[in-house]
């Protein structure tokens, strides 16, 4: 089957950085996605990856190891607004997005 | 853990036929769907959000005679788009909201793996 592996929940301080972990095994690759979602609101697009690498784009960064079926997402200089969920998704060989249950992130002063 | 199917996975129609496009959550009841449409690496957009046995919310600038939502069941929440035209071709994404001991579990929401629709 398939499926896609993120942590429940984590914690992080104020200022200091954290990385979200995503492993998955799907039926084809065709890319990775990390999406933000706050409370109430719909996810908005933060990243995609597919080729193996590090992918900078402020605070935020993303990883991806093709061969290791893994992603991290490393959000630096936290800030108390970064306090949501956060999803990684996987497009499968038939294009269909292939959902982890999310990562709530807690960011405490 | 929480399934959402969606139904078909792809459709390819002709300019001026309707649609019809299934959300279901396979293992748990959810008193609220959400339907979103998403283009390439953009952020989903909210469409409608869909409560059982009542008719659905839309988002400004959806227009509900033309995205038909029904949710009949706790765990069946439909979209037809009616009349599709090619600007309608899209990736549409439904997720759940989880019900759980009469509470709704952290807000958590599980998402479908969507469905590409191109109209010709």
């Known amino acids: 089957g398939q499926n896609i592996d993120q942590p429940t929940e984590m914690t992080a301080t104020e200022g200091a950085i954290v990385q979200i972990n995503c492993t998955y095994q799907?039926?084809?690759?065709?890319?990775l996605f990390w999406y933000q979602q706050h409370a109430g609101e719909a996810p908005t697009f933060l990243s995609y990856?597919?080729l193996d690498g590090l992918e900078e784009k402020g605070r935020f960064s993303s990883f991806l190891s093709r061969s290791k079926g893994y992603s991290y997402l490393l959000l630096k200089e936290l800030q108390m607004k970064d306090s949501a969920s956060y999803l990684c998704a996987v497009m499968d060989s038939n294009y269909q997005l292939i959902w982890g249950a999310g990562t709530k992130l807690i960011i405490k002063p | 853990g929480a399934v959402v199917s969606q139904h078909p996975s792809w459709v390819i129609c002709k300019s001026g036929t309707s649609v019809k496009i299934e959300c279901r959550s396979l293992?748990?009841?959810?008193?609220?769907m959400f339907w979103y449409r998403q283009f390439p690496k953009q952020s989903l957009m909210l469409m409608a959000t869909s409560n059982e046995g009542s008719k659905a919310t839309y988002e400004q600038g959806v227009e509900k005679d033309k995205f038909l939502i029904n949710h009949a069941s706790l765990t069946l929440s439909t979209l037809t788009v009616t009349s599709a035209h090619p600007e309608d071709s899209s990736f549409y994404i439904c997720?759940?909201?989880?019900?759980?001991?009469?509470?709704?579990?952290?807000?958590?929401?599980?998402f479908g793996p969507g469905t590409r629709l191109l109209v010709l």
């Open positions: 990856n597919v």
């Open positions: 293992d748990f009841q959810a008193t609220t």
């Open positions: 997720s759940a909201r989880v019900l759980s001991g009469g509470a709704i579990m952290g807000e958590t929401q599980y």
């Open positions: 799907t039926s084809g690759f065709n890319g």
